[in-house]
């Protein structure tokens, strides 16, 4: 399996512009989960689905953001509009869901807002 | 879930074995100690898990106390690969949600 898959793995865009982030879990796994991490707060889990429902959102920062799931092999999380503070790298995780099983990572996208 | 408390870093020689420490004091009987660990600029990793019996794979292995209080993740000959945040995270295991806290930064020093 070629494990969780981002796109892109680095972004540079203006302040003002929308931003969408990739994500294709592994297959079979059917909990999806957005983390950001920055060296001011760390990892921090943004959202995360189970059977492309959204469970939990409560780590979403505000309104600007914006993260959807339409089928099982991918997710979006977008950032509209894109400013400064939002620069951190995004991880994506898949799993299954209510399970024993770890949560893997994919490589992370690096986003920079200038 | 239960807040864990890790030492902000430590250093290891490469060879030693590597024990980090992890304070988990008010865990809960239905909660499994987990460890992960972040090589610069990756993704975290998954690396063990236990609920009460000491825990062994082919990355490192996993002491718990008796009381359950507090656990120590083993690398038993560290490399600079090693090199790392180690996180420490206790939860239920059926819960979906992982919350990380700032773990401890690994040096393995040649």
């Known amino acids: 399996d070629a494990g969780v898959i981002q796109s892109p793995r680095h972004e540079v865009t203006e302040m003002g512009q929308e931003v969408t982030l990739r994500c294709k879990p592994i297959s079979g796994h059917n909990s999806l989960f957005w983390y950001r991490q920055t060296m001011m707060r760390g990892l921090e889990l943004l959202i995360y689905f189970n059977n492309n429902v959204p469970i939990d959102d409560s780590g979403m920062p505000e309104d600007r953001f914006s993260a959807k799931m339409p089928n099982a092999s991918f997710s979006t999380l977008k950032i509209q509009p894109s400013e400064p503070r939002d620069s951190a790298v995004y991880f994506c995780?898949?799993?299954?869901?209510?399970?024993?099983?770890?949560?893997?990572f994919g490589p992370g996208t690096r986003l920079t807002v200038t | 879930d239960a807040k864990t408390t890790q030492p902000p870093s430590m250093d290891c020689a490469e060879g030693r074995a590597a024990n980090l420490p992890c304070n988990h004091s008010?865990?809960?009987?239905?909660?499994?100690v987990y460890w992960y660990r972040q090589i610069h600029s990756q993704g975290p990793q998954y690396i063990i898990h236990g609920l009460k019996n000491n825990e062994t794979n082919e990355m490192a292995s996993l002491i718990i106390t008796e009381d359950r209080k507090s656990s120590t993740l083993i690398l038993p000959h560290a490399t600079l690969r090693d090199t790392a945040v180690y996180y420490c995270?206790?939860?239920?295991?059926?819960?979906?949600?992982?919350?990380f806290g700032k773990g401890t930064r690994l040096h393995i020093l040649p």
């Open positions: 995780a898949s799993r299954v869901a209510l399970s024993s099983y770890e949560q893997y």
């Open positions: 995270i206790v939860r239920v295991v059926r819960d979906d949600k992982i919350i």
């Open positions: 008010t865990i809960s009987g239905n909660e499994y």
